[in-house]
């Protein structure tokens, strides 16, 4: 099945797993230290308490100084606008509804966080991602038009979806492992960077 196709037939927990897997690997972006969405992946698990997820999200935007959505003209850094936006738009509370708009708004805006940091990718466009997004995910073969990053985000989404769609609960831990992995490597992309501008 396509990114989209997983995204439409996601439960509910998976789609807030696959929303926060997004913005766990953008973290590098906002500053903020590897445990600081550790609440957030908690509540997810089995014994996680689904009415306590609007206080934990609170919790995370107080830390990281998003409180709400930025405008354009408040941050040069387009990739860091993009995830700050996505954890101004999380929803308070944990619905299937909800948390589809999040999931499917989380996917674009890390793909397309990934093709800005991605020093290789001169020819990706939003239609291209698009693309992607709708393509069968059969075969390890990186999409044509897109970057490695790229593609390795895009692998990341759809094994989150699925250990998710196969493990319920039990994929949680899986999934932030997935994430962890790919928020190192951007890590490492933001880090040089910055280098490459000192």
């Known amino acids: ?29 906002l500053g903020g230290d590897d445990e600081v969405l550790r609440p957030l992946w908690a509540n997810l698990a089995a014994e996680g308490d689904p009415a ?8 995370v935007r107080a830390k990281l100084g998003v409180a709400d959505v930025v405008d354009d003209e408040d941050i040069e850094d387009e990739a860091a606008l993009l995830a700050r936006r996505m954890l ?16 499917d708004a ?6 397309q966080i990934h093709r800005l940091l991605d020093p290789g990718q001169d020819d990706g466009t939003d239609g291209a991602l698009e693309s992607v997004r709708a393509a069968d995910t059969a075969g390890d073969a990186r999409p ?7 593609a390795a985000e895009l692998r990341r989404q759809i094994g989150v979806l699925e250990l998710l769609d196969s493990h319920g609960a039990g994929g949680v831990r899986r999934a932030l492992e997935v994430s962890t992995e790919g928020r190192r490597v951007l890590r490492a992309v ?9």
């Open 106 to 111: 989380c996917s674009v805006a890390s793909l």
């Open 190 to 198: 933001v880090s040089r960077r910055a280098r490459g501008r000192g």
């Open 88 to 103: 101004a738009a999380a929803p308070a509370v944990r619905s299937a509804a909800e948390a589809r708009t999040w999931a």
């Open 1 to 29: 099945m396509s990114l989209v196709e997983l995204i439409a037939q996601a439960d509910e927990r998976g789609l807030a797993a696959s929303g926060l897997a997004c913005l766990d690997r953008c973290v590098p972006l």
């Open 144 to 150: 044509e038009g897109v970057s490695p990053l790229v």
């Open 52 to 59: 306590a997820w609007g206080t934990l999200l609170e919790q």
